[in-house]
């Protein structure tokens, strides 16, 4: 076999071996987040994580989904918990915050004041209440709910009320939190 025909054939080998690794169907794990932010599974990627470091981050949520589904901006922060949980970080060393304001205040509706505003269920309590169980902090702006005139007896209990996303994201990067705009 001549040099360039050897090299030919060692290309498609290695060709082939990319491909198949590339299809592969990933490890989707879900260690924080039961049923929300499915994360891959990549022990052997560079840059891991700590697992002695404490991890501050306010997640700046604005974005708006469809009523009827899951606001994606939102669940990309149970994305967050799941991706540092499966790289063996306990979640004690996650202070995680959602900031929710702008388009994504109504996901913090009660459920009974969502379907009455959107005649649909609420698909954000169940993601919530999971974020919370994992000590996750969920907050809404307060001027964002006086804007859209949701009362606070509208927001469902696993929410904090704050004065404002301006004065909290201000207050947290205080705190040494690192701000993650979504």
Excluded at 17 to 28: K, Q, V
Excluded at 156 to 177: K, R, W
Aim: aromatic letters at 8%; a negative charge.
């Amino acid at each position: 076999m001549s040099m360039k025909n050897f090299a030919s054939v060692c290309i498609f080998a290695l060709a082939s071996i990319a491909g198949t690794a590339s299809a592969a169907e990933p490890n989707w794990v879900h260690p924080a987040i039961p049923d929300f932010g499915a994360s891959a599974s990549l022990p052997d990627a560079g840059m891991q994580p700590d697992k002695n470091t404490e991890y501050k981050v306010v997640f700046n949520i604005t974005g708006e989904g469809p009523n009827e589904k899951v606001n994606p901006t939102l669940e990309r922060v149970a994305r967050a918990a799941n991706i540092f949980a499966s790289a063996g970080v306990p979640l004690s060393h996650l202070h995680f915050i959602a900031v929710i304001h702008g388009p994504a205040t109504q996901a913090v509706l009660d459920n009974d004041h969502y379907k009455e505003k959107f005649n649909v269920d609420n698909p954000n309590v169940k993601l919530i209440s999971e974020l919370k169980t994992a000590g996750v902090r969920v907050t809404v702006c307060g001027q964002a709910l006086a804007a859209k005139k949701f009362p606070h007896e509208w927001v469902n209990p696993d929410v904090e009320i704050t004065l404002s996303a301006i004065s909290t994201a201000i207050i947290l990067e205080q705190q040494g939190y690192v701000f993650f705009p979504m």
